[in-house]
């Protein structure tokens, strides 16, 4: 008989890993992806396949030749990475965007902070935020590429809807003008959308991803569903104020980010609270600013930026939001 | 919805393979070798030495201090030497080697299979049977019975607490013990209670358990004072902390023990042994050893003597089998792994478990992804990542002691649950001792 | 516009003087005093906060050396005699030399000669494992070989040899700062006197055990049989729970005791090559010429 082993105690483990939660991850997108692909065709293969290679890539290459350490890609958060920046694009994206998102995201804010684990920034939406201040036009091009799935292109004019809203606030329009012009109707926004990025058109196949996640036990419901809490009450309560300036909770939940952000970019475990206490506190924060982004500030979108935001705040409510202890006292003497 | 504890816990699976096997008298052995370590506290002297003749049940070591208590003889024969010898871990004990001649008992002993239900006997008078019978918890930490059931003058005891709970995976002896011999061991509690001078007691036993419940609902129905509560299926329910929180909600202050809640937990295993020792003289010189795993062909629940080397147990299931990669005496949540196989069971032996290789070999380690499953896990309330960072700097003891790593009850479900596979609990397990020294020499020197 | 460029240096200059005055007060009113010598000697001293004097760190020891009376028990490691002479002549006082030193590890149980009994799978450290274990060999007092000592040194002399299985010393770059004789959970490591020309003996072995056990579980342990000790001329060795010691301070370097030792426990660093005949054995090579087998 071979060697026994000896080690402390406990001689058991969970079967999951790192590289299984990661999985579970690209398994939950995957009807996001496939409504994408259904939509936009090649363009969004394309921009999958090229987020995912060059995230892959680079993570490899720091691995190996700058950090000189153990080359970690197998464990599939970069290729999480790689599809979560792909899905926060719009889908007429050139390819090299996509590397340059991948080169911020990787090369930038997740290895020089040290690798997996060590970033404060969630490095998908740095790579978006880049995008967008760098390349203003192109990352708010909505125009819908061909797709050989379907033929109804001129059905959908491209632009999002928040775009339209801001636009038309911007003009002087109220927005019973602008939704009377635009035909959005809540079917549409549920199942599939008009315009967006690749990952936001269909809120149906997110919240399946959501369901899976919850089943797998990967994330816990607390960040999704107090984000999109927070955003319904708030927007709620402007919409009663005044309707005709202010977008209502159906509206801001099912359009823009927020189902893909709160569902698969706040609940990412490196860059959110550990303790419940703390991630209530992250996950209102997200969507107070998310709200007042979208009706006070420049950008029609606001949830990445909120996510980032908050994301500052992480350290801080590690520090002071703990979880519940066993014993709250301490015996005296 | 049963109760439980409030705070994290895992849901192992419970792999009970040898909950069926009766209870089995372990042939009788040539030699013995007798630790004088059995229990936690000061190990025991010797009061043999070479050549001399002792029956079962005979004292052969004696306490030497408070926290200390007697060994007895768990065999008849001659004593072969008293000399130090491997424990589990490759660390030289003492023990008493014994020559087996036959099975001859001490006289006193009552080895009749009658109940007993009188208890004629004082409080004082159970103290001291239970001490002179060499009682020990045998919840796996086997600190001195009559040590724990004598609280110090200031603190008073409201009620005792049975933990038959059995938590961890694969070990059955305790639900045997249950369904087998439920009457001695309820009689055993109220000998308990008797002492303690209590009035109230709980039997807590886990849901996954339903026939001991059963039984030891029917022989506690002599009882009025005794409460029989299923509890959830959760690891580590049989924590004393965790136990108390789930039968009675109150939860022990830091630092102390559970007596400042008015808690004395004991296990089943320790009724029983109280039973016998209070009612009829038997000290404790045997104990129920579940030999079981995924590679074994046959589980088996053993009666096994004290000072039978584990390389004696091996062979009675035929042999290790070939794809058995660790031994663990105990559970495999908190058991310790065998290094060296001539070594002996002790009083508190629950266990000897077979592992696999493919279920047991640690995996390398990875980045901590702040996923936070270890403190969703943690029963304690603790964020095991972060004793981990910490323990690894170096010299952070003030901000450790801070993060209460002393509260850590060291029950392994940090380490079990992480998904990068990061050796939590044995860098917090060594921490933790660090931080208590400095805790404990800091106090002394007020 | 140009206004705007105008008022914003203005803006800032103000400002800028405003808080330089603001900090220059308050670095007055928060001054230590501080004996300027203290800065002086912390300059001579190579900044390494390395703890290997014993104080924590290169201001603590120059605070500690100026407030005493003389420097003479006062020692930095790195600096070594260069740097606390030049100490000496700024405090006014004499230099004491010192000998150096380097860590030693006593213990040689490579994979070769200590046969592995288990195979530890917990967290590769000797500090976790010491507190588990008796260790993964038949020897409980050698080399458990997790690197402890290497990760714990400052200056890159400790390293551990994966062949082979424990941990050697790299007696050009070692300060003898002491850092690896703390941290290791066996204390196998000593410092000793490098010797002159670098050249020193001394027991690889801390086995305590009685001889038939310690050679059983490795084939270079020390057994405890007394013959080196018997043989020295200078009383040098001194046998104490099966282990022999050698002293420093009366070794001569004559290696009369690595001769008579049946298991070559003994090892003698930086001597020439030698061909020895032992009542054992035919003809045996010294063990070490240079820190290497």
Request: hydrophobic share 40%.
């Amino acid at each position: 008989m071979a060697r026994l082993l000896v080690s402390g105690a406990p001689h058991l483990h969970v079967k999951e890993n790192t590289q299984s939660l990661m999985r579970d991850v690209l398994i939950a997108l995957a009807p996001s992806l496939l409504v994408s692909i259904y939509f936009f065709g090649f363009s969004a293969i394309k921009l999958v396949l090229v987020g995912v290679i060059s995230c892959v890539l680079v993570e490899y290459l720091i691995q190996k030749f700058i950090m000189k350490t153990k080359v970690t890609v197998n464990d599939l958060s970069a290729t999480v990475t790689g599809c979560l920046l792909a899905l926060n694009l719009p889908p007429s994206s050139p390819w090299w965007l996509v590397v340059i998102g991948a080169i911020v995201a990787i090369g930038i804010v997740k290895m020089t902070f040290g690798g997996l684990g060590q970033n404060i920034f969630n490095p998908a939406l740095v790579g978006r935020v880049f995008l967008l201040i760098s390349f203003p036009t192109l990352m708010t091009d909505w125009t819908i590429p061909e797709s050989w799935f379907r033929t109804d292109v001129d059905a959908f004019t491209g632009a999002t809807p928040l775009g339209i809203a801001k636009e038309g606030l911007a003009a002087g329009l109220t927005l019973p003008e602008i939704f009377a012009a635009n035909e959005f109707t809540f079917r549409e926004m549920f199942f599939i959308k008009a315009g967006g990025s690749v990952g936001e058109i269909s809120a149906l196949a997110l919240i399946l991803g959501f369901v899976y996640l919850l089943i797998r036990r990967v994330i816990k419901p607390h960040i999704p569903l107090i984000i999109v809490g927070t955003i319904a009450v708030m927007t709620g309560i402007f919409n009663l104020i005044n309707p005709e300036i202010y977008t209502g909770p159906l509206f801001n939940i099912f359009t823009g980010g927020v189902l893909l952000g709160s569902i698969f970019m706040a609940t990412d475990y490196v860059t959110s609270p550990m303790s419940v206490k703390g991630i209530v506190i992250y996950s209102i924060g997200i969507g107070v600013i998310t709200v007042l982004i979208r009706y006070f500030g420049a950008y029609p979108e606001g949830i990445s930026f909120a996510i980032l935001i908050m994301n500052t705040t992480v350290p801080l409510l590690n520090k002071y939001c703990k979880p519940r202890r066993y014993a709250k006292e301490v015996k005296n003497g | 919805m049963k109760r439980t504890f409030s705070i994290g816990g895992i849901h192992p699976q419970e792999n009970k393979l040898s909950r069926e096997a009766h209870i089995e008298t372990f042939p009788v052995l040539d030699v013995a070798y007798i630790s004088m370590a059995q229990h936690l506290g000061a190990p025991a002297e010797p009061v043999v030495q070479k050549g001399d003749k002792v029956k079962v049940g005979q004292v052969i070591g004696k306490p030497t201090g408070f926290i200390s208590t007697f060994v007895h003889s768990s065999v008849s024969g001659t004593v072969k030497a008293v000399e130090p010898k491997g424990d589990l871990a490759g660390n030289p004990v003492m023990h008493i080697v014994i020559d087996v001649e036959g099975d001859e008992w001490c006289e006193e002993i009552n080895r009749s299979k009658d109940i007993v239900r009188e208890i004629p006997f004082s409080s004082e008078e159970i103290l001291e049977k239970i001490k002179n019978a060499g009682v020990v918890g045998l919840g796996g930490a086997a600190f001195p019975t009559h040590v724990k059931l004598n609280p110090p003058k200031d603190k008073k005891a409201e009620y005792l607490i049975i933990n038959g709970t059995e938590c961890e995976p694969y070990i059955t002896s305790d639900d045997r013990i249950m369904r087998e011999r439920p009457d001695e061991i309820v009689i055993g509690a109220a000998i308990m209670m008797k002492a303690l001078k209590v009035d109230k007691c709980y039997i807590g036993i886990e849901e996954n358990k339903p026939e001991a419940i059963v039984s030891i609902t029917r022989a506690a129905s002599h009882y009025p004072d005794m409460k029989v509560v299923a509890l959830k299926k959760k690891y580590p329910q049989g924590g004393e902390k965790q136990l108390i929180d789930a039968l009675t909600g109150r939860k022990v202050p830091s630092l102390a023990l559970p007596i400042e809640v008015g808690a004395v937990v004991q296990n089943v295993g320790t009724s029983l042994a109280v039973y016998e020792a209070v009612q009829k003289n038997k000290p404790l010189i045997d104990n129920v050893v579940t030999v079981t795993g995924n590679c074994v062909p046959q589980h088996r629940n053993f009666l096994v003597r004290v000072g039978t080397p584990f390389s004696k147990i091996l062979n009675a299931i035929g042999g290790a089998p070939s794809d058995a990669a660790k031994f663990v005496s105990g559970g495999p949540m908190m058991g310790k792994a065998v290094a060296n196989i001539e070594a002996s069971t002790l009083k508190a032996t629950s266990a000897l478990l077979l592992l696999t290789e493919a279920e047991t070999k640690r995996k390398e380690e990875g980045n901590c992804i702040r996923c936070g499953n270890c403190i969703d896990a943690c029963p304690m309330g603790l964020e095991p990542y972060l004793l981990n960072k910490l323990s690894r700097i170096g010299g952070m003891y003030d901000e450790l002691e801070k993060e209460k790593i002393h509260d850590c009850i060291e029950c392994g479900c940090c380490l079990y649950s992480c998904p990068a596979h990061i050796p939590l609990l044995d860098i917090i397990r060594v921490s933790k001792a660090e931080v208590m020294n400095i805790m404990r020499n800091r106090s002394v020197k007020k | 516009m140009i206004t705007t460029i105008i008022y914003t240096i203005v803006c800032l200059v103000v400002l800028g003087l405003l808080f330089s005055v603001v900090l220059y007060l308050v670095a007055q009113m928060f001054k230590v005093e501080e004996d300027p010598r203290v800065d002086i000697v912390e300059s001579l001293l190579p900044g390494a906060n390395c703890g290997g004097c014993g104080l924590a760190g290169c201001h603590a020891f120059a605070e500690d050396v100026v407030k005493a009376s003389s420097i003479g028990s006062f020692y930095c490691p790195v600096g070594g005699d260069a740097v606390m002479e030049k100490i000496a002549t700024a405090l006014g006082q004499e230099a004491v030399k010192t000998e150096p030193r380097v860590a030693v590890i006593k213990c040689h149980g490579t994979f070769d000669n200590r046969a592995k009994t288990n195979c530890f799978d917990g967290y590769a450290s000797c500090k976790v494992m010491a507190s588990l274990y008796s260790g993964d060999t038949g020897c409980k007092y050698g080399c458990l070989g997790k690197g402890d000592c290497v990760s714990v040194c400052k200056f890159d002399a400790i390293h551990l040899d994966e062949k082979r299985g424990i941990v050697e010393v790299d007696e050009e770059k070692c300060v003898a700062c002491g850092a690896c004789v703390k941290v290791c959970p066996k204390s196998i490591i000593e410092l000793r006197p490098k010797g002159p020309k670098n050249r020193r003996v001394y027991v690889s072995c801390s086995n305590k055990d009685k001889g038939a056990i310690a050679r059983k579980a490795c084939s270079v342990s020390c057994i405890g049989c007394g013959k080196c000790a018997k043989v020295c001329a200078f009383e040098a060795i001194t046998i104490e729970n099966n282990l022999a010691y050698i002293d420093a301070s009366k070794c001569k370097l004559c290696r009369k005791c690595i001769d008579e030792c049946p298991t070559n426990a003994i090892w003698a660093v930086n001597f020439p090559l030698k061909v020895a005949v032992t009542p054992n054995k035919v003809e045996v090579q010294n063990p070490v010429v240079k820190n290497e087998n």
